[in-house]
Structures are given as C-alpha cells and as structure tokens.
C-alpha cells in the first residue's frame, strides 16, 4: 500500500475515532431550555446547557429586591391552557394558585389564570430540582458567540473561553445570538430592549387586592402583586411590580403608589417602605441565519419561545420522556 492510501486511512479513521463532547448544547436557561435540555438528557443524549448571565431563568428568574428574596423579575402571566396547568403540577411539581385569588387552589376554578404559589422562584426551582437529579452539566457566566461547522461531517464547534466544545446539535431559544463562522449570511449583533421594571415595598394593613393588571396609563404597562408569590402574605407589607417605560425615580415611585391609591388597588393608609428598579436586557428577537443545508438543518434547532404559552406545542412530546415528578424525584 502506497504512503498516500495509509495516509487516507489513517485520517478517515480519525475522524470515525472522534469522541463528540456533547450529543446536545442547550443555549440559556429559560424554562425552555431547561425542559428541553431535560427531554433531550431522557432519551439519553449527554446534555450540556450554556447560560451566559451568572444565574438561570432568563426572563423567569428571581431576585433579590428591596430587601425580599426571591421576588419574581417583572411581570408574568401564563394563561389557564388546561395542559399547561396538568404539566406544572404532575411533572413539575408545583403548587399551583388561581393568579384572582392566590388563596384559592386553581383546582376549584379550572377556567381562571393560575400561578405558581411560590412565583418563578417556585417554577425554576422545580426544574432545576429534576436536573440536578441528571447528568446534565450546566455552566453559567458561559456564553455563545460563534460557532463553526466540521466541513466533512455534522459536528459543530462552540466556541467559549475555555475552548472549543464538540456537538452534534445545538439547541437554541428565540432571544439568543450567536454567530456562525465564516457564514456568508451573518448579520451584526440586533440590539437588546431595555425592560424596566420598578418595585414598590409598600405598608399596608389590608390583603392584596390584585395579583395582574395589565396597563394603568401613565407609562406603566402592565403590574403584579408579588406579596402572596414571594411569601409576604400577614407581614403587612406588599410588594408591588411596575413594568415601565418612564425613568424609574422617587417621584415615579410616589406617582405609582398614589395611582394605586386612586384606583383602590391599596388601602388608602398605604405608604412606601422602600423602591428600587431593575433593569432585564432582552437580545431582540433574531434566529441566526443559516444557509439550510442539510448539515445545518441537521445540527441547529431553534425553539418557539416566543410567549410561555407556547410550551403546550412541546408539552405532548417531553411528556414522551419526562417521568411525573413524583416519579422522578423518587417520592
Ligand atoms: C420582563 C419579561 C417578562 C415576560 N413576561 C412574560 C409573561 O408573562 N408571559 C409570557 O408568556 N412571556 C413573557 N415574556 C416573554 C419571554 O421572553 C418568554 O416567555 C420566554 O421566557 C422566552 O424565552 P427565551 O429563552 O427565548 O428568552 P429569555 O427568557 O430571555 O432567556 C434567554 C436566556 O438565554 C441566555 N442567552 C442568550 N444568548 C445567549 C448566548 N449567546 N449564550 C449563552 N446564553 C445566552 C440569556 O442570558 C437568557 O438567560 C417576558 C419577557 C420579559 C423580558
């Protein structure tokens, strides 16, 4: 056999040989991602999950703010889409209210909007609890800029700053960016919207009145009483969530709360304890764009996570692999 023939085989035998680090890399930490990374650990592919902020829930998180922990960050509706409910509790585990009356178990009133008891704090948690229960690695403070495609077979390079990182598909959510290598389509980086959000901590010695409201003018375009979800219930104390388009200062903070004086959403006692504002930054929805090849079609898949809706179109197929949480958590 001629030196050429060897060398052939020997490189072709390579790239048979070449270990693949992860059959799967899921982009962000949002509830989609994380189920999804999930449904992909349970049909026993090796997940790894990337997250470019130092902590999980995208545009679900909780924070600390004005001195209460886990508060939900902004504003957050989910719906009453019956599937979606029998999802949050049989296989995430959670305590799901009525958002009219978080007092209430949304099993007495199937058609009302429901919540988590315990907010996105809660809904988080609950996911985070069944990975932690996997193999899945997840790595935060990591995250995607570029990529770059194996020209002779679907591989996929993902390149972080500690090196590059081999897969077979890449899992991406709606509001990410990143970049493919030498792609003749690549665009620049979209801006980011600005979320401004405004919490109010306020005295007042009656029960939370609202749970969601949506726009009450003067800039603010939609609102929750936290107090039920972040565990304030008989302190006396409310927690109040703006989402905002005026800049976020004392003075918008004492407008607001005289607004909600006005409409009678708190007693006319109420006073403010504390205000602060938080700022989420949203990359504007953007797909990268891809030549469709086949390698491509074959190594990129972008989920619909548009709304939390949504997640009734992947419910029937992660309930193929998720195991009730029950179940899963070994109870
Ligand atoms: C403040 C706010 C409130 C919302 N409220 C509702 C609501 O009430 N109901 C509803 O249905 N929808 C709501 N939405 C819409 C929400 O965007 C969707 O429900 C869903 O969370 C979107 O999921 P996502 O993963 O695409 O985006 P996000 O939730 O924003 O999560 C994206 C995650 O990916 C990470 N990421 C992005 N790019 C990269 C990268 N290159 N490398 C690594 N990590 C990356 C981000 O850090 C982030 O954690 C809200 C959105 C915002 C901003």
């Not at 375009?221 to 004392?250: C, D, H």
């Not at 989920?303 to 992660?318: A, E, F, H, N, V």
Request: net charge negative; aromatic share 10%.
């Amino acid at each position: 056999m001629n030196r050429f023939l060897i060398a052939c085989l020997v490189w072709t035998l390579s790239l048979f040989s070449q270990t693949i680090d992860y059959d799967v890399v899921v982009v962000g930490t949002s509830p989609f991602s994380l189920l999804e990374a999930l449904y992909q650990n349970n049909i026993g592919k090796k997940v790894l999950i990337i997250e470019k902020a130092s902590e999980c829930g995208g545009s679900w998180k909780s924070i600390s703010i004005c001195g209460v922990p886990h508060a939900d960050m902004g504003c957050h509706y989910i719906g009453s889409d019956p599937q979606i409910l029998h999802f949050m509790t049989e296989y995430l585990g959670c305590q799901m209210v009525s958002l009219d009356n978080p007092l209430d178990s949304c099993r007495l009133h199937p058609s009302s909007s429901f919540y988590p008891s315990g907010g996105c704090y809660e809904f988080l948690g609950q996911i985070l609890k069944l990975i932690e229960k996997t193999s899945i690695r997840l790595e935060l403070n990591c995250s995607l800029e570029k990529v770059s495609i194996d020209p002779l077979q679907p591989i996929a390079y993902i390149e972080t700053l500690e090196g590059k990182i081999s897969t077979c598909k890449i899992i991406y959510p709606q509001y990410c960016y990143f970049q493919l290598a030498d792609n003749p389509h690549s665009t620049p980086p979209p801006a980011s919207s600005n979320f401004l959000h405004l919490y109010l901590l306020i005295a007042d010695p009656t029960p939370p009145r609202f749970s969601y409201h949506s726009s009450l003018g003067k800039g603010i375009s939609r609102m929750m009483n936290l107090t039920y979800f972040a565990n304030l219930a008989e302190t006396g104390q409310q927690l109040i969530v703006f989402q905002s388009y005026q800049p976020l200062t004392q003075q918008a903070a004492e407008d607001y709360l005289r607004l909600l004086i006005e409409h009678q959403l708190v007693d006319k006692s109420a006073h403010l304890l504390n205000f602060e504002s938080y700022v989420y930054e949203q990359c504007h929805h953007r797909s990268p764009l891809f030549p469709q090849t086949p390698t491509n079609l074959a190594l990129f898949e972008s989920l619909d996570t548009r709304g939390i809706q949504l997640m009734s179109q992947y419910i029937p197929k992660w309930t193929t692999a998720l195991k009730p949480y029950k179940e899963a958590m070994g109870e």
